[in-house]
C-alpha cells in the first residue's frame, strides 16, 4: 500500500495552489493530488456554456505567487485554465497528479496515525493509499448535477432543455429563441453572448440580482505593468482589488441603501432607459446580503438595449410545448429553455469520512479558523471567501497548512487536533446564508462558533491576523508527539521523504 505526507483531493484552484505552496516551502514533504475527473481546472473546466468568465478580478482570483499578466481583468475560462496549467508546469505538479482517481472513502486511525483512502480508478478498480494529512479541495457544489426546481409542465416542452452545468458540445443556437431561466452570475453571463448569434434571448427571473459593471481592464494595472515588475504590479494591483473589494462589501453593510441607489443608478445609465431597472435590478435584500453580479464593460446592459435580448420578472404558472405560461398571463416562446437555477451543495466532495470507524457527519462539524474542523485530527478543507476572491483564502489557508507542518516539525509531532466541546453555532456561510443556493442546502452544511477560533470569518483581513501571523499552538490545537519507531505494517511502502 502506498503512503505519502500529503494527500490532496481534487486538481482545480484549491488543489493546484496549496500544491505549489507546499513545493515553494515544503520541498522535501511527499504528496499526490487524486482528480475524479480527467483534466484540472475543477469549476473551470467542468463548465462550457458560452462566455463563461470569472466574477471575480483575476488579480485576486489568481495566486499570490503567480502574477496575472493578461489584459483582461475579467478572465474568460479559457484563460483561467491556461493560467492553471501554467502553474502546474511552473511547480512541476503534474508527475504528482493522478486523474480518473475517485476518492470514495476516507478513514482516520487513531493507532495508525493516518488516513486511508480508498479511491476508484477510471477502469473500475480500488485502491488504497496513505498519508498523514489529508487536505481536501473539493469545494461545496455536486459536480454531478446542478440544482433545478420543479418547473412545472417542463417535461412537456418540444424544445431543448438545458443545464449550464452539462452544456452540449457544440449546440447550434443561431437563430433560435432562448429562454434562460434564472438571474445569477451565469444568467447575466450567458445573455450578452448567446444574444449575439440567437434570434432572441429572454432573461427570466423570478426575484432581481445586483448586477454591477467593471472595465474588462484595470486601468491602473494596466499603468503599474508598464512601469513595474509583474511581481510587484500583480502584488499591488491584488492588494488595492482586495481593499477595495472589503470596503465596498462593508460599505453596503454600513450603508445599504446609498449603495443600493449606486448599482441602480449605473443600471438605469447603462440601459438608457430601455429596462425598468426598479423592477428588474431592485431586490428586495440589501446589497452583498447575496453576491453582486460583475459584468464586464455593462456587456448584460448592452443586450437589453438591444432587440436581441429582454429580461421578465415574473413566476412561472406552467410550461408548454412551445414555450412558458407566467403568473401574469404572459406567455414567452423558445426554441431553447436554459435552467440556470444553481448549484447543489455537496460537501466533503461526496467522499465517506470517519475516524476511527464512527462516521463524520458534515452537518455536525464545526469549523476551526475556517481550515480545519473540531475534534478531526490531520484534516484540513479549503473553502475560499462569499464576500472576496475564492484563492484569496486558498493562498491563506496553505500558507497556514506549511506553518503548521513547521510547528509540527519543530516539536516532534505528528497529530493536529482542534479540540471542541460545544457552544452556540450559526451557519457556515453565514453571509450568504439568505442565498437560495445556500438555503437548500443549509441542513448538510457544517457549522461555525460564535467566538474565534471557531469562526469562519470570510474576512481576508481577518484572516491575514489569524492565519498568516497568528500563533499556530494557540492552546485549542492539541498535539501529539511522534511515537518511538515501529516497523513499517506487512505490505506498506512508504515513498521518499515521509516523515514518521
Known amino acids: 500500500m502506498e503512503h505519502v505526507d500529503v494527500i490532496i483531493v481534487g486538481a482545480g484552484i484549491s488543489g493546484i495552489g496549496v500544491a505549489a505552496h507546499l513545493r515553494q516551502r515544503q520541498p522535501d514533504r511527499t504528496f499526490v493530488m487524486l482528480e475524479g475527473r480527467h483534466a484540472i481546472g475543477g469549476t473551470w473546466d467542468l463548465f462550457r456554456y458560452p462566455g463563461i468568465r470569472s466574477d471575480s478580478d483575476m488579480y485576486t ?176 494591483v491584488r492588494t488595492k482589488n482586495t481593499v477595495m473589494g472589503w470596503l465596498l462589501y462593508r460599505l453596503a453593510q454600513g450603508i445599504p441603501e446609498r449603495i443600493r441607489k449606486y448599482l441602480l443608478d449605473q443600471a438605469r445609465e447603462g440601459t438608457e432607459g430601455k429596462v425598468d431597472v426598479d423592477v428588474h435590478f431592485n431586490p428586495k435584500y440589501n446589497p452583498w446580503d447575496q453576491r453582486l453580479c460583475l459584468i464586464p464593460e455593462g456587456d448584460l446592459f448592452e443586450a437589453l438595449k438591444s432587440d436581441r435580448a429582454d429580461i421578465v420578472t415574473d413566476t412561472i404558472e406552467r410550461f408548454g410545448p412551445t414555450g412558458v405560461t407566467l403568473a401574469s398571463g404572459q406567455t414567452i416562446d423558445a426554441d431553447i429553455v436554459v435552467t440556470a437555477t444553481g448549484l447543489q451543495l455537496q460537501v466533503l466532495g461526496g467522499i465517506d469520512m470517519s475516524i476511527d470507524g464512527r462516521p463524520l457527519d458534515a452537518a455536525d ?55 471542541y466541546t460545544t457552544g452556540e453555532t450559526q451557519p457556515y456561510m453565514a453571509k450568504l446564508s439568505s442565498a437560495g443556493y445556500i438555503q437548500r442546502g443549509l441542513a448538510q452544511m457544517p457549522r461555525q462558533g460564535t467566538t474565534a477560533p471557531w469562526l469562519n470569518r470570510d474576512d481576508y483581513f481577518g484572516d491575514v491576523m489569524s492565519l498568516r501571523w497568528g500563533t499556530i499552538d494557540d492552546g485549542v490545537l492539541a498535539f501529539k508527539r511522534v511515537e518511538d519507531a515501529r516497523p513499517v505494517a506487512p505490505g506498506v511502502t512508504t515513498s521518499a521523504g515521509v516523515r514518521g
Request: charged share 20%; with cysteine.
Open 61 to 236: 482570483f489568481g495566486y499570490a505567487f503567480k502574477p496575472w499578466v493578461a489584459d483582461r481583468n475579467l478572465a474568460t475560462a479559457e484563460a483561467i485554465r491556461n493560467y492553471l496549467h501554467e502553474t502546474v508546469d511552473e511547480y512541476n505538479l503534474e508527475p504528482h497528479i493522478r486523474f480518473h482517481h475517485r476518492v470514495l472513502e476516507a478513514a482516520w486511525s487513531s493507532t495508525e496515525r493516518r488516513w486511508r483512502l480508498r479511491v476508484q480508478r477510471k477502469d473500475g478498480g480500488v485502491v488504497d493509499l496513505t498519508c498523514h494529512f489529508l487536505v481536501t479541495g473539493t469545494g461545496y457544489y455536486n459536480y454531478e448535477r446542478g440544482h433545478t426546481p420543479d418547473l412545472p409542465g417542463l417535461d412537456t416542452f418540444e424544445g431543448q432543455v438545458i443545464h449550464p452545468q452539462h452544456w452540449p458540445e457544440n449546440l447550434d443556437y443561431a437563430g433560435k429563441r432562448v429562454l434562460i431561466v434564472g438571474s445569477g452570475a451565469t444568467a447575466v453571463t450567458l445573455v450578452p453572448e448567446m444574444a449575439k448569434t440567437a434570434a432572441h434571448v429572454t432573461m427570466l427571473q423570478r426575484s432581481p440580482t445586483f448586477v454591477i459593471s467593471r472595465p474588462a481592464q484595470d486601468p491602473v494595472a494596466m499603468w503599474l505593468k508598464r512601469w513595474f515588475p509583474a511581481g510587484m504590479a500583480h502584488t499591488m
Open 365 to 419: 462539524l464545526v469549523t476551526y479558523k475556517g481550515v480545519m474542523f473540531g475534534n478531526v485530527p490531520n484534516w484540513m478543507a479549503v473553502i475560499g471567501y462569499t464576500s472576496a476572491s475564492w484563492t484569496l483564502k486558498v493562498d491563506l489557508a496553505a500558507i497556514w497548512l506549511c506553518r503548521l507542518f513547521d510547528h509540527m516539525e519543530r516539536h516532534g509531532f505528528d497529530v493536529a487536533t482542534p479540540r
